[in-house]
């Protein structure tokens, strides 16, 4: 648990403050669990001689791992990427509130935004075959006995591509994926899972939002551990 001084409980509820005006789906009080929840954790990266200015990937993956059961590496970095808005290999605090307020209370159009920046592996805003294949791989399991995995996976390839490929130029666009998505829900995570499931969102939830009603009148207080 994070012991706060007058002075930094002060300094979270401005930093919360602003933030709620900038992040949808957290209260302000939730924002402060989360803003106190980063500080725990990124004080154990310092205390491993670690980045002190925002979580780094070791940080993050295991986050990603221990709580929220997500095990494939390309999904972790995609998420991380997805976190990352600024590119500067450092997840922030603003930056850590606005992706998990995607990653838990997200509305669809928000994961159908995370899941295709996840599946676009070169971030150059569309998702070819190549990526397909190189995703399926990682995520589909090997069956018994199969002779030829990767002739079965360019057969899923090219399955899925005439099924989300609408505007059939052989690739897929954010509007393809938008597109397919919206018609069938269960294509959110065609690639791979990089979202996490309902039992994960609640652990972490109670995890970081254990609300404590402080004698009788409508406060609470925030009591977050340690989740790496």
């Known amino acids: 648990m994070l012991q706060m001084s007058a002075k930094s409980r002060k300094a979270t509820q401005a930093q919360a403050e602003t933030l709620a005006k900038k992040v949808e789906h957290f209260t302000k009080i939730e924002i402060e669990c989360l803003i106190q929840t980063f500080n725990v954790l ?6 491993r001689g670690k980045a002190s200015h925002g979580l780094d990937r070791w940080t993050f993956r295991g986050i990603l791992q221990n709580i929220f059961g997500l095990t494939n590496a390309m999904m972790i970095d995609g998420v991380f990427r997805s976190f990352d808005k ?54 589909l399991l090997k069956q018994p006995n199969e002779e030829d995995p990767d002739e079965a996976i360019k057969d899923v390839v090219e399955i899925t591509m ?44 109670h995890l970081v939002f254990q609300e404590q009603q402080e004698q009788g009148n409508n406060s609470y207080s925030c009591t977050p551990s340690t989740l790496s």
């Open 162 to 205: 005439k099924r989300m490929d609408h505007d059939h130029d052989g690739l897929l666009s954010f509007k393809d994926f938008e597109k397919s998505v919206q018609k069938e829900n269960l294509l959110l995570e065609a690639f791979g899972t990089c979202l996490p499931d309902p039992t994960s969102i609640e652990k972490f939830e």
């Open 86 to 139: 600024d590119g500067d290999g450092i997840i922030n605090v603003e930056e850590w509130i606005e992706g998990l307020s995607v990653l838990l209370r997200g509305t669809l159009d928000e994961k159908i935004k995370h899941c295709f920046q996840v599946y676009d592996l070169n971030d150059d805003k569309v998702i070819a075959r190549e990526e397909i294949c190189h995703m399926l791989k990682q995520s």
């Open 42 to 47: 990124q004080a154990e990266q310092v205390g």
